[in-house]
């Protein structure tokens, strides 16, 4: 006869696996949890110079042959003439919300100034197709896709002027959306976009200085991604306090921010490799986090920049200091940290090696271990989610939290592929992360929201059509832009309670 005690070990032994949560389903999150999936403008949209639409940094950027297939975004995943579809597809699988961002530069072409009614027309569009089938609109304000013309006429994010601008911007998307948006966050991912911009200038507006970066022919790389990124704080800030005092108690929205959530572990566990990963986490999350939460750069930060790091006036602390109703996330990987010796020249220093250390993805070099994820897959470690959702929890006074991104890049599957629906291993990977998103909220984490990258293949900026990360593929040799619904997408509905094209009856729409 078996005893009731190794009864309950057999269950236990069956719900729980070495702390991974077995079988789960939407209905283990707290109610009223949000999933969704996402994209931004730039990456899916095309019609780059349709119905009054002008260029972004990133156009003029992609247009010069940068990206790594020499490919753009003029056509992308053409979702400008395909919404009405693929809001349908979203419904279908049972999504509650979809993240997307709006192109500045379609909504106002110069910057600044008039309203293009045809990008404003196309917004509106989107966003009621997204009601009617019961879905959630959360909208970024900008996704890296600065118009070029702010950056021709004053230099872009490194100006003062951009945060009136910016703020303008703003003003227009809270009153002409914001009766039916609720979600608003104002950057995606500055605390890397900067230092990838200004520092190494591998990205738009491609500012760095001898002796870093790539072949840079102006900039400063000591100098300028601190600058963009107060520039860009102060944005922030300037416009959550509009939408507070003039549309929040009316609209019943929230605003955040996003940042890009790479989570360190020291290579070993000698005291100096722990002190430079928590170098590199104040850099990497407490560069945008202290000055939200406690209205200032952390001490390590002005220790080691010194006045080379901008300082916020006491009424810009003030306005800083708790400007966010949540902080979104995009967390993909984990990354292992090394000590290095410090530079001693002043004048030699940019943001990587004012931390003095070195990073990898495993025990190679950074060289060697892109080279495996280019031909290979980003290794999954969902614990390292957990841990930084922890410290965020524990240092930053336990936020809300929404992982806006989360996702599986395949740099091998084409859509003529056998494989090429068959993305088991995405699958795999997402139900990582959601277990290990559940662990960390049984934890006490304030989690509120998470978010598949991507809904559908897009156009991954530095990657091109090279890096596949959508639930539904796109044949980006059609040129109707063919989709197709991949495994993953098929597991996700299942996730959340969708059996085949079935929506789920319930109308109910998630808030926070």
């Given at each position: 006869?078996?005893?009731?005690?190794?009864?309950?070990?057999?269950?236990?032994?069956?719900?729980?696996?070495?702390?991974?949560?077995?079988?789960?389903?939407?209905?283990?999150?707290?109610?009223?949890?949000?999933?969704?999936?996402?994209?931004?403008?730039?990456?899916?949209?095309?019609?780059?110079?349709?119905?009054?639409?002008?260029?972004?940094?990133?156009?003029?950027?992609?247009?010069?042959?940068?990206?790594?297939?020499?490919?753009?975004?003029?056509?992308?995943?053409?979702?400008?003439?395909?919404?009405?579809?693929?809001?349908?597809?979203?419904?279908?699988?049972?999504?509650?919300?979809?993240?997307?961002?709006?192109?500045?530069?379609?909504?106002?072409?110069?910057?600044?100034?008039?309203?293009?009614?045809?990008?404003?027309?196309?917004?509106?569009?989107?966003?009621?197709?997204?009601?009617?089938?019961?879905?959630?609109?959360?909208?970024?304000?900008?996704?890296?896709?600065?118009?070029?013309?702010?950056?021709?006429?004053?230099?872009?994010?490194?100006?003062?002027?951009?945060?009136?601008?910016?703020?303008?911007?703003?003003?227009?998307?809270?009153?002409?959306?914001?009766?039916?948006?609720?979600?608003?966050?104002?950057?995606?991912?500055?605390?890397?976009?900067?230092?990838?911009?200004?520092?190494?200038?591998?990205?738009?507006?491609?500012?760095?200085?001898?002796?870093?970066?790539?072949?840079?022919?102006?900039?400063?790389?000591?100098?300028?991604?601190?600058?963009?990124?107060?520039?860009?704080?102060?944005?922030?800030?300037?416009?959550?306090?509009?939408?507070?005092?003039?549309?929040?108690?009316?609209?019943?929205?929230?605003?955040?921010?996003?940042?890009?959530?790479?989570?360190?572990?020291?290579?070993?566990?000698?005291?100096?490799?722990?002190?430079?990963?928590?170098?590199?986490?104040?850099?990497?999350?407490?560069?945008?986090?202290?000055?939200?939460?406690?209205?200032?750069?952390?001490?390590?930060?002005?220790?080691?920049?010194?006045?080379?790091?901008?300082?916020?006036?006491?009424?810009?602390?003030?306005?800083?200091?708790?400007?966010?109703?949540?902080?979104?996330?995009?967390?993909?990987?984990?990354?292992?940290?090394?000590?290095?010796?410090?530079?001693?020249?002043?004048?030699?220093?940019?943001?990587?090696?004012?931390?003095?250390?070195?990073?990898?993805?495993?025990?190679?070099?950074?060289?060697?271990?892109?080279?495996?994820?280019?031909?290979?897959?980003?290794?999954?470690?969902?614990?390292?989610?957990?841990?930084?959702?922890?410290?965020?929890?524990?240092?930053?006074?336990?936020?809300?939290?929404?992982?806006?991104?989360?996702?599986?890049?395949?740099?091998?599957?084409?859509?003529?592929?056998?494989?090429?629906?068959?993305?088991?291993?995405?699958?795999?990977?997402?139900?990582?992360?959601?277990?290990?998103?559940?662990?960390?909220?049984?934890?006490?984490?304030?989690?509120?929201?998470?978010?598949?990258?991507?809904?559908?293949?897009?156009?991954?900026?530095?990657?091109?059509?090279?890096?596949?990360?959508?639930?539904?593929?796109?044949?980006?040799?059609?040129?109707?832009?063919?989709?197709?619904?991949?495994?993953?997408?098929h597991w996700y509905s299942s996730f959340l309670g969708v059996s085949g094209p079935e929506r789920r009856s319930s109308s109910?729409?998630?808030?926070?």
């Amino acid at each position: 006869m078996v005893r009731l005690w190794q009864l309950l070990l057999l269950v236990i032994s069956v719900a729980v696996n070495y702390g991974k949560v077995v079988g789960i389903s939407r209905h283990d999150f707290p109610p009223g949890f949000i999933f969704g999936a996402g994209s931004s403008a730039y990456q899916v949209e095309g019609a780059a110079a349709e119905d009054g639409r002008k260029p972004s940094i990133w156009d003029t950027y992609a247009n010069a042959g940068k990206v790594l297939d020499k490919s753009t975004g003029e056509v992308a995943a053409d979702q400008y003439h395909k919404y009405k579809d693929d809001v349908k597809l979203m419904h279908e699988m049972g999504l509650d919300a979809y993240r997307f961002s709006i192109s500045w530069s379609r909504l106002i072409p110069d910057g600044n100034g008039a309203v293009n009614p045809k990008g404003l027309e196309y917004y509106n569009n989107l966003i009621n197709q997204l009601i009617i089938h019961g879905i959630e609109a959360h909208v970024t304000l900008n996704h890296f896709d600065l118009p070029q013309a702010l950056e021709d006429e004053y230099g872009g994010y490194l100006s003062p002027k951009f945060i009136e601008d910016f703020t303008a911007y703003a003003d227009i998307c809270f009153k002409e959306f914001g009766d039916r948006v609720r979600s608003w966050s104002t950057f995606n991912e500055p605390n890397i976009q900067t230092v990838i911009g200004y520092d190494l200038g591998a990205f738009p507006p491609e500012h760095c200085s001898y002796p870093f970066g790539l072949n840079c022919s102006k900039g400063n790389s000591s100098t300028e991604a601190y600058t963009a990124a107060h520039n860009i704080l102060l944005s922030h800030s300037a416009a959550v306090q509009l939408y507070r005092e003039k549309y929040q108690e009316k609209q019943k929205g929230h605003v955040g921010i996003t940042l890009l959530g790479f989570w360190f572990e020291p290579l070993t566990q000698s005291p100096e490799d722990i002190a430079a990963t928590q170098r590199w986490i104040d850099f990497h999350h407490g560069w945008f986090l202290d000055p939200l939460v406690y209205g200032d750069y952390p001490a390590i930060m002005r220790k080691i920049v010194g006045s080379r790091l901008p300082s916020f006036t006491e009424g810009e602390s003030k306005k800083l200091k708790g400007s966010f109703d949540f902080i979104g996330f995009n967390h993909y990987l984990v990354l292992y940290v090394q000590d290095m010796p410090a530079v001693s020249d002043k004048k030699q220093k940019d943001y990587v090696r004012d931390i003095s250390a070195t990073i990898t993805f495993g025990n190679g070099s950074f060289g060697e271990d892109f080279s495996r994820l280019k031909s290979s897959q980003m290794p999954a470690a969902p614990w390292a989610m957990q841990r930084m959702l922890e410290y965020i929890k524990v240092h930053y006074k336990n936020p809300a939290v929404v992982i806006h991104e989360n996702g599986y890049v395949d740099f091998s599957t084409s859509s003529t592929s056998p494989n090429a629906h068959d993305d088991a291993e995405r699958a795999d990977y997402l139900r990582g992360y959601i277990e290990s998103l559940l662990l960390s909220i049984r934890n006490g984490s304030n989690a509120r929201a998470y978010f598949v990258w991507s809904f559908m293949d897009c156009f991954e900026l530095m990657f091109g059509y090279s890096a596949r990360y959508g639930l539904y593929g796109v044949d980006f040799h059609d040129k109707d832009r063919k989709r197709y619904p991949r495994l993953s997408a098929h597991w996700y509905s299942s996730f959340l309670g969708v059996s085949g094209p079935e929506r789920r009856s319930s109308s109910y729409l998630y808030s926070y």
